[in-house]
């Protein structure tokens, strides 16, 4: 060893390259860690736009759902092809063409007996939000008054009901893209 690495070692403790050394590694490791804070803080605000569009959509999507659902489950014999043209008009996909189908199965029962159903929204929930789609859960109030073949007076009906809506987000607004109603009672308390 010189005497100039002697004098190095004895007062700074280690000699200068064993220095460089520790400070190329301390610098390289704060350099990842801060690029690794980075992408993190990058992830963290990716997910809260997210978690902040899936809010925003689950708001608009229910309020959708409560206006679309008296529309999608109520007809009146009197004017059941034009009901049922106006609940496909919130319908997409597969939705859609079933309300074509219904519309076929539907309307000659309906004017035979004669029915009148109407829904009411009594409550409603977002059960699971993205920013695209959007699954809500209805409570409906359903009265239905039919006359049967043979009977003199109608029958009147006022039943609980459950239904669920998928909507997903259209061009414009929100469209359901599935519906399928919950018969049966509520689970005692």
Do not use: C
């Not at 009146?76 to 859609?96: C, F, I, K, S």
């Not at 829904?119 to 959007?134: G, I």
């Not at 109030?141 to 007076?153: A, C, F, I, S």
């Not at 399928?180 to 509520?186: P, Q, R």
Request: charged content about 20%.
């Amino acid at each position: 060893m010189s005497g100039e690495d002697a004098h190095a070692t004895l007062e700074g403790g280690a000699p200068p390259r064993t220095r460089s050394w520790r400070r190329v590694t301390a610098v390289a490791l704060l350099g990842l860690l801060a690029a690794v804070l980075a992408v993190l803080t990058v992830l963290a605000y990716l997910r809260l736009r997210e978690l902040r569009d899936s809010e925003s959509a689950a708001a608009e999507a229910l309020a959708a759902a409560r206006a679309y659902a008296p529309d999608m489950l109520s007809y009146d014999y009197r004017t059941v092809e034009a009901d049922l043209a106006r609940a496909r008009g919130y319908a997409t996909g597969n939705l859609a063409g079933h309300y074509g189908e219904l519309s076929r199965v539907l309307v000659p029962v309906v004017k035979r007996e004669q029915t009148v159903q109407q829904a009411a929204v009594a409550a409603a929930a977002v059960e699971s939000a993205t920013p695209d789609r959007v699954q809500v859960l209805l409570f409906m109030n359903m009265g239905t008054t039919r006359l049967l073949p043979g009977d003199e007076q109608p029958h009147k009906q006022v039943v609980q009901n459950r239904a669920r809506f998928v909507l997903v987000k259209g061009q414009e607004h929100w469209l359901v893209s599935e519906l399928s109603t919950l018969i049966g009672n509520a689970p005692g308390g």
